[in-house]
């Protein structure tokens, strides 16, 4: 609702991780460079570790978006399966890719009705063989190795880990024929380093981990959301705003979103044209439950909200009505 009012031509702090918006702090860069490396040259076995809310899965829709158009790209997000799930996930994404493998005994028809029945028939050793055959045969010819890309990845069972680990058994003489990246939390390095996963451990070939932003990372990334967003104020959010929405939010790109969206709204509802400290601080208190100093800016009702949409005042006048009804509830 506040997007015309700032001139805006969409959510410049929308919760989707849309690869558009991908902002390049200095660990974001390093974790792109090496993953991006990683799967350049064939290296199998890959980690994306970090926190909640620091953009791992923005992170990677980025690097899937500067693939190859060649590359099959197997997206694993529901990390609460077995084995064989995982197995029937990934060649249900190779079907349909690349449509079902044929042989000399049958032709498999093409659609996913008829493409999942038939793997849900394959026991587990069929599955893996059917599997290798895939990624060994004449599809994958003259294509770079299948992507597996598993979010979550610390919410896998250590059977399911293992199978992630004997799947990246098969490589030709030059290179991996499978290529794996798990992307997690700071728990999948604490389970990884189980003693039962030394020989997964031992496979990994590229370690990227995302950190929190600093405070001037956090001002360019404020910055680089509003004028992807079009807008022409690079001041929008005055510096006593964004120093108090990085403490508040600790770095996490995340939390940064969702205070800056508050702000925009409380800013729009008061009738400002800028987002000042105060206004932070307001937000912060709303969405994060925490009292600090200085929160004088009383928040409109959604009655009042509604009223400012519909009015074609000028900032000043906004600003006069809140003005208004505050005396009138301080009278009252």
Not at 2 to 9: A, K, P, R, V, W
Not at 10 to 17: I, V, W
Not at 198 to 221: C, F, H, K, M
Request: aromatic share 6%; with cysteine.
């Amino acid at each position: 609702m506040y997007e015309s009012y700032f001139g805006l031509t969409g959510n410049p702090f929308g919760m989707t991780p849309d690869p558009q918006c991908y902002f390049q702090s200095e660990s974001h860069k390093e974790a792109y460079a090496g993953l991006t490396y990683g799967i350049a040259e064939r290296r199998g076995l890959m980690t994306l570790v970090g926190e909640v809310g620091t953009g791992k899965t923005t992170l990677l829709n980025a690097i899937i978006d500067s693939l190859e158009r060649s590359t099959v790209i197997i997206l694993v997000r529901h990390t609460t399966v077995d084995r064989e799930e995982l197995l029937r996930i990934i060649l249900h994404n190779l079907y349909a890719s690349q449509g079902p493998r044929q042989t000399k005994t049958r032709r498999c028809q093409v659609g996913s009705t008829l493409t999942d029945s038939r793997i849900a028939g394959l026991s587990r050793i069929e599955l893996i063989n059917e599997f290798y055959a895939f990624v060994s045969g004449e599809f994958m010819a003259d294509q770079p190795p299948p992507l597996l890309i598993i979010d979550e990845a610390q919410n896998l069972s250590v059977d399911v880990l293992e199978e992630v680990r004997l799947l990246t058994n098969l490589e030709d003489p030059k290179s991996k024929m499978l290529q794996v990246i798990l992307a997690g939390q700071p728990e999948l390095e604490d389970k990884l380093m189980r003693t039962d996963l030394r020989q997964l451990r031992q496979r990994i070939a590229v370690s990227a981990r995302l950190g929190p932003l600093s405070p001037a990372d956090t001002g360019a990334y404020i910055a680089f959301r509003l004028e992807h967003a079009g807008c022409n104020a690079p001041d929008l959010f005055r510096k006593a705003a964004v120093d108090a929405i990085w403490a508040a939010s600790n770095g996490s790109p995340r939390t940064i979103n969702v205070l800056c969206d508050h702000c925009l709204v409380n800013a729009f509802a008061t009738g400002m044209g800028e987002v000042e400290g105060r206004c932070a601080r307001e937000a912060i208190h709303d969405v994060l439950c925490l009292q600090l100093k200085d929160t004088l800016i009383r928040k409109p009702g959604p009655y009042l909200v509604a009223y400012l949409e519909s009015q074609g005042e000028s900032s000043d006048e906004k600003a006069a009505a809140v003005d208004e009804e505050e005396r009138g509830d301080r009278v009252g």
